[in-house]
């Protein structure tokens, strides 16, 4: 049984709300790193012990190697990884929990599922998945749901990048393809540090292409590539998840949607101030 695109979509909303959300900038800024970016960075690369900037421009993918030099590796001079670590996973349990309790779903089973799926992952080339797959796994059920849906959407993460490289898409032209296409922020430019000169190059690459007109719009090429992109996640995804484990967790997936739309119906929208 195939994992819907809605599963996916699930996990990364009770994952990626911790990093943006309020309190994160205040709660690692507490352990010496220094504004809102560099506890992104840092936070989020942390599973991988101290890698330097190239390492965290290629396993990120997207971000501006410039906007990643600014913040890496003077995080790990500034701040102790355990209590990153654990600075990360407080942050994940307060900011999920009002929508997590307001759900009503069963969470303990829905976390026991997905941490139970893990050690039949394929981790080959997904480097921040193996990351946060070592990790020691929270007893309790909050940190375990946060937990596994990290690694969950790291997995799928690095499968996307495995496809954008094969495609040969760098990450300025993988950043803009997805806002022509409206499928993220219009501010993605200057959130993800690109310069206008790289922006503008970026456009350029995806013309020659045909994917974008004279006026930078998508276009009916561009578009069927983009989708083609996530197809080509879905399969690479896939590839390394056994049937079963997939049977496993599609049978949680309805939870999870449940969970992840009363995360959001609880105000926790990430915010990229």
Do not use: C
């Amino acid at each position: 049984m195939n994992l819907r695109r809605s599963f996916w979509r699930s996990v990364e909303t009770i994952h990626h709300v911790v990093y943006f959300e309020a309190g994160g900038k205040e709660r690692f800024e507490a352990l010496g790193l220094k504004g809102q970016r560099m506890g992104y960075f840092a936070s989020r690369a942390v599973p991988l012990g101290r890698p330097g900037p190239e390492v965290v421009i290629a396993t990120f993918h997207g971000f501006a190697p410039s906007l990643v030099h600014r913040a890496i590796p003077a995080a790990w001079e500034l701040a102790d990884l355990d209590q990153i670590l654990q600075a990360r996973l407080d942050q994940g349990r307060d900011v999920i929990r009002p929508g997590v309790e307001a759900s009503g779903v069963d969470i303990a089973r829905a976390a026991d599922v997905m941490i139970q799926a893990l050690p039949s992952l394929d981790l080959t080339v997904r480097p921040l998945a193996a990351g946060n797959i070592g990790l020691a796994v929270p007893d309790d059920d909050l940190g375990r749901l946060w937990h596994g849906a990290t690694v969950l959407r790291e997995y799928r993460g690095d499968s996307h990048l495995a496809v954008l490289a094969a495609e040969g898409l760098g990450g300025v032209e993988a950043n803009a393809l997805m806002v022509a296409a409206g499928l993220t922020f219009t501010a993605q430019q200057s959130m993800r540090g690109w310069t206008d000169e790289e922006w503008a190059a970026g456009h350029d690459r995806l013309r020659e292409r045909g994917w974008l007109d004279d006026a930078g719009v998508l276009t009916e090429s561009g578009g069927a590539a983009r989708a083609a992109i996530e197809d080509a996640t879905d399969r690479a995804t896939l590839a390394g998840i056994p049937s079963s484990t997939q049977a496993a967790l599609a049978e949680v997936s309805d939870d999870l949607m449940t969970i992840s739309k009363a995360i959001v119906a609880s105000g926790a929208e990430p915010s990229y101030s």
